[in-house]
């Protein structure tokens, strides 16, 4: 079991923070650096990172078994290919994140847009840290991980996240689903890595 609640954005996370506000080498004046920190500061107080993962077989034609009927679409398969099992994997950093911003937005709106960076900043920290410690693992078993692919990209249809939903039982982590697919907390990740032996 990977333990992520003491995750948090350190001072080297700050150039990501900016690339999502779309920093492109500006010179950033004294005040916006400390709203900078106070929103960083203030993600890293109110996130509850969480997360689950679960590994499934692939058949040995390379064809996903039923649990796995919502991987729809030829880039997951290209994607997959070569794989011999597929981990699914959910996470998120909690509501209270989620509330702080909209509650930020009718005070302040230009701290809400920094803490909404910090925010997706911080699930992206989250779930590089879980991928690192997965490949770690099968790494140790002479297998490989693939990068992470969500629904949305490519072909993968956003409205996979209901497989999902069913496969991880993922409301367990606070994690709810809307009519149109949408997660909330909006801090949240849902992503497919494929595991093979070379």
Do not use: W
């Not at 650096?33 to 969480?50: G, T, Y």
Request: include cysteine; charge should be negative.
């Amino acid at each position: 079991k990977i333990d992520v609640a003491d995750i948090e954005l350190k001072p080297e996370d700050r150039s990501e923070v900016l690339r999502y506000l779309g920093y492109s080498g500006q010179i950033i004046e004294e005040p916006l650096e400390k709203d900078i920190e106070a929103a960083i500061q203030a993600v890293n107080d109110s996130a509850e990172p969480r997360i689950l993962y679960k590994i499934y077989d692939i058949a040995d034609d390379g064809d996903f078994k039923d649990d796995l009927h919502f991987l729809e679409g030829d880039d997951i398969r290209r994607h997959l290919s070569g794989c011999n099992k597929v981990l699914l994997m959910a996470a998120t950093i909690g509501m209270k994140t989620d509330l702080m911003i909209r509650q930020a937005a009718i005070r302040n709106p230009i701290q809400s847009i920094i803490m909404d960076a910090a925010g997706s900043t911080l699930i992206e920290v989250v779930c590089d840290t879980v991928e690192a410690e997965l490949r770690e693992e099968v790494e140790a078993e002479g297998q490989y991980l693939t990068s992470r692919f969500s629904p949305g990209y490519g072909d993968l249809p956003l409205h996979a996240q209901k497989g999902f939903f069913d496969a991880l039982e993922i409301r367990r982590i606070g994690i709810h689903l809307s009519e149109d697919d949408l997660m909330t907390p909006r801090k949240s990740v849902t992503a497919v890595l494929g595991i093979a032996d070379h």
